[in-house]
């Protein structure tokens, strides 16, 4: 599924301006298939870890139509992991997200490949949670005060689109829903466990700008 970009949108294919200095806010983008259980929590969690950053925001998305609400095992399964999730709502991924973020995370393959097709000029700062991480801990952390695109420059050193093409469960974050609760925190644990690695790989114990 190919998702077609937002009409009038004057400055596509644009990025904002940056501050060159201290204080610049870094945009984080988590993208699954509905933004209703997979991202949203991963976007919680990412948050709560990198409280101490003040230059960080994160945002979820989804590539279907928003609107919905979370399913209840998510909801319960989050507040196991201090999240509120019972009056989130779901929003679709537009350009104009893609074209902001410095960080976009996909949960699996899949929402890599329409992430970029959105906007194909973000693709060397997109990657899979699992990718992002690995990829990280073979590289090396980000270096204090280390711009961070220049940092997911040496993580995207030698990828390949064509990589993406299928599924890989060494890449993907398998989506529980419709199946047993069990299976809602098993993905939870991985998530948790995932976000864990990137906070101290991005922004270390003291996180900087």
């Known amino acids: 599924m190919a998702i077609l970009s937002d009409q009038g949108d004057d400055d596509a294919g644009r990025r904002r301006p940056r501050l ?3 204080g610049s806010v ?3 983008l988590v993208v699954c298939t509905a933004n209703v259980c ?3 929590l991963a976007a919680g969690l990412l948050e709560v870890a990198s409280t101490e950053c003040r230059s960080v925001e994160i945002h979820s998305r989804g590539l279907l139509e928003g609107g919905r609400s979370a399913p209840d095992e998510i909801v319960r399964v989050a507040s196991e992991y201090g999240l509120d999730l019972a009056a989130h709502r779901s929003h679709q991924i537009r350009r104009s997200d893609m074209i902001d973020a410095d960080l976009v995370i ?3 393959r899949y929402h890599v490949r329409e992430a970029a097709i959105l906007e194909p000029s973000r693709w060397p700062a997109t990657f899979t949670l699992r990718e992002l991480v690995r990829r990280a801990q073979a590289t090396g952390p980000r270096r204090p005060r280390e711009p961070l695109e220049e940092w997911l420059a040496h993580l995207h050193a030698g ?3 064509g990589d993406l093409l299928d599924d890989d469960p060494a890449d993907d974050i398998n989506d529980p829903i419709g199946g047993s609760y069990e299976g809602y ?6 998530v ?5 690695d990137l906070q101290s790989l991005t922004w270390g114990e003291a996180p900087s700008p």
């Open 106 to 108: 996909g949960m699996a």
């Open 159 to 161: 990828r390949r689109a």
């Open 26 to 28: 870094i945009q984080v």
């Open 38 to 40: 997979r991202s949203p």
């Open 20 to 22: 060159a200095g201290v």
């Open 192 to 196: 948790s466990t995932l976000i864990g």
């Open 185 to 190: 925190q098993a993905m939870a644990r991985q």
